[in-house]
């Protein structure tokens, strides 16, 4: 299998959705999804980075925490496209959808998008800074740098176990595991295309699935990150002012959500950094966060390569030829998805 470890420095990102891949050029973010009759549908828009708008946005270490807010507001958007796009929205709004679009102005897709980037927010700081604080609130009260260091590194790891754990299990549900699946789609028609390769199912399937510049890999880093960025932090104020972080609750989830967007600017760098070298520390360095993708990533079957393809294709040059719906979207029959992604299939 193929398997490059290094990236080229024009970045294509993605991002598997329900039936589908979203993919990211540099000017345009692009959904492609694959109904139930065979169908891709696939819909365009053009994209700005925040850096353009405002070049303090892209200096490094704060283009980390204007990603991550970034992504998440997109990850939430594109989400509710492909839902859209899928046609599971068609239902006649309730009474109280109705009543909910009329109070607040906006329509019923936008609050249900709301509310649920809320939910994931606060289902994120509950398990992942809520609850392993709380566990180390149980150990013994301690002045010493010794034991502030054993708290975070406790805290750390209690973090990474409960993100594994998330991830395996989420991966036993039916749905979720085919989303697994367009993820590695998206990553091995990212290989090929940063390799130059025809974006065919063909030349995509011999790529790995595992990318090293994958958001899976930046949890993992900024995970682990953490446990060093807050050790330092904690020893710092208990030699400055003698106050021990580690012996108040709500102080230490506080300092920990204010210093979130320190520890994910220096993810975002470290991230960039070991994907674009290939040195051996480099490799090694990655390594855990590669391995974490053999949850977040599954096999692909060519039909998810495929709608992968027409993702890139449309995000790197424009939509292709097909019937338009009046959103804007164009639906492709399998026979024009085949054309367009050179795929042959078997006569059996």
Request: with cysteine.
């Amino acid at each position: 299998m193929s398997e490059p470890f290094s990236c080229p420095r024009a970045d294509i990102g993605g991002q598997a959705v329900l039936e589908g891949v979203m993919m990211k050029s540099p000017e345009a973010i692009a959904v492609a999804v694959r109904r139930e009759n065979g169908d891709v549908v696939v819909k365009r828009e053009t994209y700005e980075s925040p850096a353009k708008k405002h070049a303090w946005m892209g200096l490094p270490f704060i283009r980390g925490s204007v990603n991550m807010v970034q992504m998440l507001g997109m990850g939430m958007r594109v989400l509710t496209d492909a839902t859209n796009m899928l046609g599971l929205e068609n239902e006649e709004p309730t009474k109280f959808e109705k009543w909910l679009s009329k109070t607040f102005g906006k329509s019923i897709d936008k609050i249900v998008m709301g509310v649920a980037m809320v939910m994931a927010v606060a289902l994120s700081l509950g398990l992942f800074v809520l609850l392993p604080n709380a566990v180390i609130s149980l150990f013994p009260k301690n002045g010493s740098n010794g034991m502030l260091l054993v708290k975070n590194l406790f805290s750390g790891l209690l973090r990474i176990l409960i993100l594994v754990a998330y991830i395996y299990f989420a991966g036993k549900i039916p749905d979720m595991h085919r989303t697994f699946q367009y993820h590695g789609s998206e990553h091995k028609t990212v290989y090929c295309q940063e390799a130059g390769r025809p974006l065919t199912p063909e030349n995509a399937r011999t790529f790995s699935r595992l990318h090293p510049r994958c958001g899976t890999s930046f949890l993992f880093i900024t995970f682990f990150l953490s446990i060093l960025f807050y050790s330092v932090i904690d020893v710092l104020v208990l030699m400055l002012t003698g106050f021990n972080l580690g012996d108040h609750y709500f102080l230490r989830v506080l300092s920990r959500i204010l210093l979130l967007p320190c520890v994910a600017g220096i993810s975002y760098e470290t991230l960039k950094g070991l994907a674009h070298h290939d040195g051996k520390i480099s490799r090694i360095l990655r390594w855990p966060g590669l391995q974490l993708q053999r949850l977040t990533t599954q096999p692909p079957t060519d039909d998810m390569l495929q709608v992968a393809i027409v993702s890139m294709k449309t995000a790197l040059t424009d939509l292709p030829e097909g019937e338009t719906t009046p959103e804007g979207w164009v639906v492709l029959t399998p026979q024009q998805v085949d054309s367009l992604t050179g795929y042959v299939r078997n006569a059996a």
